[in-house]
């Protein structure tokens, strides 16, 4: 059993906006930091931001300071991934990673992974 699930991935318009969501199944996600990650074609895996496990200290790349927003619904056991201003070089799988402890960088336990394509 994949201990993250991850969803809302699709196709985009440049400048369009997804956002995503990555679900715990049969664990809670309460007392874990939760990091997004994406890959794309060619292309080594990536962190993209990373929440503590109480939402109070988060991180971003560079690339998508500004444009990306994480978020956690502990009541829920669900992060998202708010993605703005989409730019055809976002584009990767897009995958979420928790952690055993509650501060970022979290790469223990992972999803699937779910596809974001930006393109006109």
């Known amino acids: 059993q994949v201990p993250l699930v991850e969803s809302g991935g699709g196709l985009v318009r440049p400048g369009g906006s997804l956002t995503l969501s990555c679900a715990a199944s049969?664990?809670?996600?309460?007392?874990?930091?939760v990091g997004w990650f994406r890959q794309a074609p060619g292309k080594e895996r990536e962190g993209v931001s990373c929440?503590?496990?109480?939402?109070?200290?988060?991180n971003y790349a560079d690339s998508v300071k500004g444009r990306f927003t994480i978020s956690r619904d502990n009541a829920k056991n669900t992060v998202y991934l708010q993605m703005n201003s989409l730019k055809p070089e976002d584009t990767a799988v897009y995958y979420c990673?928790?952690?055993?402890?509650?501060?970022?960088?979290?790469?223990?336990?992972w999803g699937q992974g779910t596809q974001v394509t930006v393109s006109s």
């Open positions: 990673a928790g952690s055993w402890g509650t501060l970022c960088p979290a790469a223990h336990f």
């Open positions: 049969g664990f809670t996600l309460e007392h874990s930091a």
């Open positions: 929440i503590s496990s109480n939402g109070g200290m988060t």
